[in-house]
């Protein structure tokens, strides 16, 4: 299964398989996983409140690369370190409101990819890595512990993102991302009078 159909399966059944030979994507099917992740694109910002960020091709191949590459990665028993950092390169280009939802369209699968391979990444370089990559990328890794509190400027001033990661922080209750005082007035905002409805039980930090 190569990257456009990888991601094409994960985007309709969430359920994929990935080839054992790691080599270089061709032209072909990065262009390919682009258009496929284009339209993914526009068939989600309807989903999105407000007005989405714009589409960014860089981040979205990044992160449809990250997520096949760490499934790729889980197939091994015991990768070593140094295919571990070669596959899971970070994004070398600006973080801004498009790049962080571009990334998100493949990226908001990195907390269930975690979830179901974490017993065997346990303590391992590869569980390190992913947690580095969950903190660098909050908006699409709500549910999964991270230790960095920081959130980008670029996700807190856009409201069409601030207000999805609010929403994302209650589906998923995780209290820990409530320290931050601004994620924590958009998350109190979007509760609004429905509080035991949306989160019961729910207390500011």
């Known amino acids: 299964m190569n990257l456009a159909i990888f991601i094409t399966t994960l985007i309709q059944d969430g359920k994929v398989s990935v080839d054992t030979d790691i080599s270089p994507f061709s032209a072909d099917v990065l262009q390919e ?82 979830g179901l391979n974490k017993s065997h990444a346990t303590n391992s370089k590869l569980l390190e890595q992913l947690q ?26 856009h409201p069409s993102l601030l207000a999805a990661y609010a929403d994302r922080i209650i589906v998923t209750r995780d209290h820990g991302r409530l320290r931050h005082p601004k994620v924590l007035q958009a998350v109190v905002k979007a509760l609004d009078n429905y509080q035991e409805i949306l989160w019961p039980g729910f207390t500011k930090p």
Do not use: C
């Open 132 to 157: 580095e990559t969950a903190a660098q990328w909050p908006f699409s890794s709500t549910g999964m512990k991270i230790l960095a509190a920081q959130v980008p400027d670029s996700l807190l001033q």
């Open 33 to 114: 996983t682009v258009t496929i992740l284009q339209s993914f694109y526009h068939n989600d910002v309807p989903d999105m409140p407000g007005t989405a960020p714009a589409f960014h091709a860089d981040a979205a191949i990044w992160g449809a690369t990250y997520i096949y590459r760490t499934a790729q990665l889980f197939t091994i028993s015991s990768p070593e370190d140094e295919d571990i950092t070669r596959l899971l390169v970070p994004f070398s280009g600006a973080i801004n409101a498009a790049t962080i939802y571009s990334a998100d369209l493949s990226l908001r699968y990195l907390p269930d990819l975690a």
